[in-house]
């Protein structure tokens, strides 16, 4: 819908900062880590002066809160359409079959870097399945890529809201009210040790924050007012900060949490403005290829700029390889693999639903 370009548009500004994030920041300052998931050696690499002009300090955690942000604001517009099977086929198509195509270049990607540095590929199957299908934190293995866990949050959300979908079409502020005080509960319960996983408990945190875009959802489909959507997206928020605070990533706050209250407040902004939204074919194009462009960029970026200088390329040269790499990529990876399970997921979410309530009247 054309008022709601800024959504899409946002999504592709959102990839792209967070391939900047790694690509310029995460590159170095994580040099122990990336060796250890490539299987690569420590290159002890110091970044040049102008690295700094793409490395700041906002453009992960802004981007990764736009994501967040977005979900929640599109996420009911499939639940409204679509029966609860129909719904939650329809997302494991856009989810599943995409990352696993990424990883799977990721892995390969990783394979040659273990070679080229003589190195033990040291993944098992169990890991690379865990990681597949996006339960790795539940089962205790590592992230291969540290960039599926906001896939692992995306895949509990849309759980969520599948089986709270009646809930979240009420005008009534009851369904967050009684959300919002059982995500405090169970945060501080946890955190005093009454049984709470803890990988649970952080993804609990950005949940909340997703529950802020619903709120803009309602508004624009005129379930609440203008009102109602700024006192309780702004509770919402508190809430989100609160869980935070006092949860298993208390020690980042409020350091990264800021950059989501820009977030909140950015989108907002945008949702204001929204009518005014035109297509620009570059962010147009990002927005296309966002979400392969964000399950590639990790593993194949890491592992070819590692290889490029090993081989004597100085860091802005193998930049200028690896980038359009990645973009070409991310491209071919939504030509072929995403466009299709796409439409297969629609074609099969039509199927599931003729005939049947949709997943909001459950």
Sequence with gaps: MKKFIFANQLRGIAALLVVMTHYF?????EQDLLAARTFSTNLHLVKAPWV??????????????????????????????????????NRALRIFPTYACCLAIGTLAVYLSARYWGQPFSYDAKVLAANALLVHNLLGFPSMDAVNWTLAIEIKFYLLMAFGAAALFRPSPGWLLG????????????EHGIG????????????????????????????????ALLWRSLLT?????????????????PAVTVWYYCAYLVFGACYALRERFRPVRVLDFLAAISYPLYCVHALFGYCALKILIGQGCRYGVAMLITLPCTFVLAWLVHRTVENGSNTLGRRWGAALSRGKPAAAAA
């Design 237 to 253: 928020v508190a809430a989100f900060s609160w869980t935070w605070s006092m949860g298993p990533q208390q020690g980042q706050f």
């Design 52 to 89: 700094h002009i793409f490395e700041l300090e906002y453009q992960g955690p802004f981007g990764v809160a736009l994501f967040f942000l977005i979900s929640g604001f599109v996420i009911p517009f499939s639940l409204r359409k679509t029966s609860l099977p129909g719904f939650l086929v």
């Design 25 to 29: 920041g995460t590159f170095f300052a």
């Design 179 to 190: 959300f919002l005080a059982a995500a405090l509960a169970l945060t501080w319960n946890g």
């Design 196 to 227: 709470v996983a803890t990988p649970l408990l952080m993804e609990l945190n950005y949940i909340v924050f997703m529950m802020t875009g619903c709120l803009f959802y309602q508004h624009a489909a005129q379930l609440i007012s203008t009102r």
